[in-house]
Nanobody
């Protein structure tokens, strides 16, 4: 069983940067596909970014391309989300997710979830 713990959320101003971290335990982190999702009030959970075990391939939602960067450190069992040029519409609870299967991005296809961390961007 994999446990995921996010950290790094907070309240920032429009245009600021923030880095989220997610540390995994209880599994073989280096074999897991990792992702960040977010869910804003009244909206469905959406994928923000994903990264495969070797870090050679990443995915970004169109809304965050060029502003957010996902990375991982397999030696530290940690995945990061660097968020730059934050906008009020980025306000959401951000969740870390993990799975073994390489294919598929839908939220239903992820095996493990963190508890979430709140990111609030004020205008």
């Amino acid at each position: 069983q994999v446990q995921l713990v996010e950290s790094g959320g907070g309240l920032v101003q429009n245009g600021d940067s923030l880095r989220l971290s997610c540390t995994a335990s209880g599994g073989t982190f280096s074999s897991l596909v990792m992702a960040w999702f977010r869910q804003a009030p009244g909206k469905e959970r959406e994928i923000v970014a994903a990264i495969i075990p070797s870090s050679s391939t990443t995915y970004y939602a169109d809304s965050v391309k060029g502003r957010f960067t996902i990375s991982r450190d397999n030696a530290k069992n940690t995945v990061y989300l660097q968020m730059n040029s934050l906008k009020p519409e980025d306000t959401a609870v951000y969740y870390c997710a993990a799975k073994s299967a390489l294919m598929g991005l839908a939220s239903s296809q992820w095996d493990y979830w963190g508890q979430g961390t709140q990111v609030t961007v004020s205008s």
